[in-house]
């Protein structure tokens, strides 16, 4: 599996969990929790394919990327992410908890498809 297989598979299964996911908690708890789960999964995806991105630029460059660059722009990501859930919650547009879980889609995504792509390759 290539890793732009194994990332659209992240992404396509993150979206589609955050969108079952979301129909039950929006009954539950309203919603601001159903559009939580969604924002933060929409999120997590957003950061995963930037990160995605970057890692195939800096093994494609034949120079490298600086450890220090490489340093400042996950920084500015992970700060972008940090301000957008800030205004998430700032404005109440979502449930904490539920935004919370929305941002935790995208690792359970991750493993899944890892252990899907180890016992392929066993």
């Known amino acids: 599996m290539s890793v732009s ?16 996911l979301s129909l039950p908690v ?4 309203g919603g601001p929790g159903g559009l939580g789960v ?3 999964a929409l999120l997590a ?23 220090g660059a490489w340093a400042v722009a996950s920084g500015a990501r992970l700060l972008g992410l940090g301000l957008a859930c800030a205004v998430l919650l700032k404005l109440t547009l979502v449930h904490p908890v539920a935004l ?7 690792p359970c995504a991750v493993i899944l498809q890892g252990l899907r792509s180890a016992g392929k390759d066993a």
Not at 26 to 29: E, G, I, Q, S, V
């Open 26 to 29: 929006a009954w539950l708890a």
């Open 38 to 40: 969604l924002a933060g």
């Open 5 to 20: 297989s194994f990332s659209i598979r992240v992404m396509r299964d993150t979206c589609v969990a955050a969108t079952v």
């Open 45 to 67: 995806v957003g950061n995963f394919l930037w990160l995605v991105r970057r890692a195939s630029l800096a093994g494609q460059e034949s120079g490298g990327t600086s450890a």
């Open 100 to 106: 919370l879980g929305g941002l935790t889609v995208l």
